[in-house]
């Protein structure tokens, strides 16, 4: 069975207990939207967990699904001061600030560009430069025209111009993971999102316009959404099993 110290046996089993063949994660499985920029302002990280769990339509009105994504990676940075003194050899730590990136790469296929779906939930109805939201949703109904856009982020479906006010308005995004069972695993919320970097790209020899965006966010804000629960290591007598199941 494996998944405790005196039971590693690398003849025999596996070092981590709790793992089923043929259940696991992959991209196919993983869900990336992008929202409003606070949770705050739709009720909480609680309230999105209770649409995700429990009222999907109401999700529907928060978050809008980022389809033809091709990677995605997210990276947590914090610096540690490291703090010595005369007469040891020992030192202390200090933590510090701690930064998010993200980084998402999509294929152009059709219709809205990537700068056009991530700003999906933004609504400015108010001249001289209109911003339609791609859906209905309750974060343009709670923060009505948060800003007044003056430069043209682009027009319709294509949205390239980075240098436009509309990208110094922070956006959400959230990523939900599933297994191949459609069991949940988990979900995270990145707020306060900004876009630093933006590229577009194709060749004479190729079929596929690709983009390519970089991400800053402000922090990470766990969703605690009805999921699996924590794969618990085992001992020879059975004590401390969790199988998988659900959590509230």
């Given amino acids: 069975m494996g998944g405790t110290f005196s039971e ?17 994660a992959n991209g196919g499985f993983t869900l990336l939207a992008a929202g409003p920029p606070r949770l705050a302002n739709l009720g909480g990280a609680a309230a999105l967990a209770g649409a995700i769990s429990f009222n999907k339509a109401a999700a ?19 610096n540690f001061a490291r703090i010595f003194e005369i007469g040891s ?10 930064v998010g990136q ?10 809205a560009s990537f700068l056009r779906v991530l ?6 109805l108010l001249p001289p430069t209109l911003v339609p939201a791609l859906f209905p949703n309750m974060g343009a109904a709670a923060m009505a025209n948060p800003h007044d856009v003056v430069i043209p982020p682009g027009y ?32 995270m919320y990145f707020e306060a999102c900004y876009i630093p970097q933006h590229s577009m790209s194709t060749d004479s020899q ?11 966010f402000e922090r990470t804000v766990p969703v605690q959404v009805a999921a699996l629960s924590v794969f618990q290591s085992t001992n020879a007598s059975g004590a401390n099993v969790t199988f ?5």
């Fill in 8 to 24: 590693w046996s690398p003849y025999s089993s596996y070092v981590q207990a709790g793992q089923v063949d043929g259940q696991y």
């Fill in 60 to 78: 529907n009105q928060i978050v809008y699904p980022l389809g033809l994504i091709q990677n995605f990676s997210m990276s947590h940075n914090r």
């Fill in 89 to 98: 050899e020992r030192s202390y730590f200090i933590g510090g600030r701690t």
């Fill in 102 to 111: 993200l980084g998402l790469g999509r294929v152009y296929y059709h219709g």
């Fill in 119 to 124: 700003y999906a939930y933004y609504q400015d």
């Fill in 156 to 187: 319709e479906n294509i949205y390239m111009n980075l240098a436009s006010d509309l990208f110094t308005q922070p956006i959400g995004i959230l990523m939900y993971i599933r297994d191949i069972a459609e069991k949940t695993l988990g979900a």
């Fill in 206 to 216: 190729g079929v596929l316009i690709q983009e390519q965006v970089s991400v800053q």
């Fill in 244 to 248: 998988p199941g659900l959590v509230g």
